[in-house]
């Protein structure tokens, strides 16, 4: 069966600090791949997607990047945090079929 | 723009009853909606979904039902349980689009 990890399970940073969040897959191959942020009291907002390695689509302009090393690990990053960086950030991924599915998620707090 | 609007931010129901929850959606190219359910501090995970080839699907106590000319969806449960509070997100998406557009929840308190 596919499981999906995510860590670390929460953070918190200073503003100005780098951030590095990290996903990973087991039990598939060639998964597609999605960061999404829940802000406080908001939905979810997709923040990048990736059907394959290096092949990253961004969708909204941003503090953050993400990149795609191998398979089955999709890595979030910043250089420079703001506090409008604080949220919930989930990875989720999606095979052949509709559903997409999500990690535990991580909380980060950037004060 | 907000394409899946979930207007009712919250509902509280009594354990037993039916909990309904309503979405609505801008984009007449979405065919396909999913349910989401979300506890505090968890991922979401998958509930329920319809294609819009249909305009009912059920799985236990959950059925969605959904209005393509309203351009409206809702799930029912049925009978609701303690169990299922929760915040759960409507989602939508597009035939050949990996993405899914999701609305901004609702949050389902079941009281005993």
């Known amino acids: 069966s596919q499981t999906i990890h995510q860590w670390p399970a929460t953070l918190v940073q200073p503003v100005g600090s780098p951030l590095s969040l990290e996903c990973t897959v087991e039990?598939?191959?060639?998964?597609?791949l999605y960061w999404y942020r829940q802000a406080a009291g908001r939905g979810l907002q997709l923040l990048f997607y990736?059907?394959?390695?290096?092949?990253i689509s961004s969708e909204v302009p941003q503090n953050l990047s993400a990149s795609r090393p191998q398979d089955r690990q999709f890595i979030l990053s910043s250089k420079k945090l703001l506090l409008s960086d604080s949220g919930f950030y989930l990875c989720?991924?999606?095979?052949?079929?509709?559903?997409?599915?999500f990690g535990p998620g991580t909380r980060l707090t950037v004060l | 723009d907000q394409q899946v609007k979930q207007n009712s931010p919250s509902l509280s129901v009594q354990e037993g009853r039916i909990s309904i929850l309503n979405c609505d959606y801008t984009?007449?190219?979405?065919?396909?909606f999913l349910w989401y359910k979300k506890y505090p501090a968890e991922g979401p995970t998958f509930l329920i979904s319809?294609?819009?080839?249909?305009d009912k699907n059920e799985d236990g106590r959950f059925t969605v039902f959904l209005n393509k000319s309203a351009k409206h969806l809702s799930l029912h449960i049925v009978p609701s349980q303690p169990g299922d509070s929760a915040v759960y997100f409507c989602a939508a998406r597009t035939t050949n689009d990996y993405k899914l557009s999701f609305g901004a929840g609702t949050t389902v308190t079941v009281r005993a």
């Open positions: 039990g598939t191959s060639n998964p597609n």
């Open positions: 319809i294609s819009s080839i249909k």
């Open positions: 989720a991924w999606s095979g052949s079929g509709d559903e997409q599915f």
């Open positions: 990736s059907v394959g390695i290096g092949q």
């Open positions: 984009n007449s190219m979405f065919d396909y």
